[in-house]
């Protein structure tokens, strides 16, 4: 996969991307990331300018925005403008974006981005609804996220599968050694050797912790039999 961002501080991103999952990505050539200078694009450097009907703040121009696209992209390209007004971005988005070869990620600043530039691009992406400095920091969750799920990636997969979110649902809680600290114990199931009661107890804790959290989750979660009969009992208290 390639993934090329558009910005205005091009030089932000090294740091991230040197280290842990995306930095493994990059050595073993899964992935290549190219940060790309929006400055590059422009008549003089200048990539913002006063908005038409006035009003505080300044826009990007949309002149650098397109040349930058017209040079990165190719037939297979995903263009993806990252901006408060996007769709929410997900586990699903994640998965849908990784399963892709070339993603060019447009950083908005300032107050925003000439509207023209959403006549050339494929998706609209926000990562929640708050406000940012830029869209770097998007960006960089974006890369993490889809990243880690490109094969070859993670020396073990069902360390992404297992996570939150991953199937909709919240993850169940870990624990660690020691078995004991400050008078809070591991479950003991967890030390029992019964795998398949292991995997039952993570099965129903996860769906405890989500029904606890964020149970507006579980009216899109794929629930089997099994599940519903446990969601059951934890609602009951009889578990």
Request: net charge neutral.
């Amino acid at each position: 996969m390639r993934i090329d961002i558009v910005s205005i501080f091009p030089e932000i991103f090294e740091p991230p991307f040197s280290r842990g999952v995306v930095r493994v990505a990059r050595e073993k050539g899964v992935v290549e990331i190219v940060p790309c200078n929006l400055r590059d694009f422009a008549k003089n450097s200048v990539v913002d300018d006063s908005p038409y009907g006035g009003g505080p703040g300044m826009i990007l121009k949309s002149e650098p925005i397109f040349e930058a696209v017209e040079k990165l992209r190719r037939k297979e390209s995903r263009l993806i403008l990252l901006t408060p007004q996007g769709s929410l971005f997900n586990q699903n988005l994640a998965k849908e974006l990784a399963a892709e070869k070339h993603l060019i990620l447009i950083c908005g600043r300032y107050k925003g981005v000439d509207e023209r530039v959403s006549n050339i691009v494929t998706d609209e992406i926000s990562i929640g609804d708050y406000i940012l400095s830029g869209g770097e920091f998007v960006a960089m969750v974006i890369v993490d996220a889809v990243v880690r799920l490109l094969p070859g990636v993670l020396g073990d997969f069902s360390s992404a599968t297992d996570d939150s979110f991953y199937g909709v649902i919240l993850d169940a809680p870990y624990y660690t050694r020691p078995d004991t600290f400050k008078e809070h114990s591991v479950p003991g199931v967890l030390t029992s050797g019964n795998h398949r009661l292991i995997r039952k107890w993570r099965r129903k804790e996860a769906l405890r912790r989500t029904f606890l959290r964020r149970p507006e989750l579980l009216e899109k979660a794929n629930l089997t039999e099994e599940d519903k009969k446990m969601l059951e009992e934890i609602k009951s208290g009889k578990d």
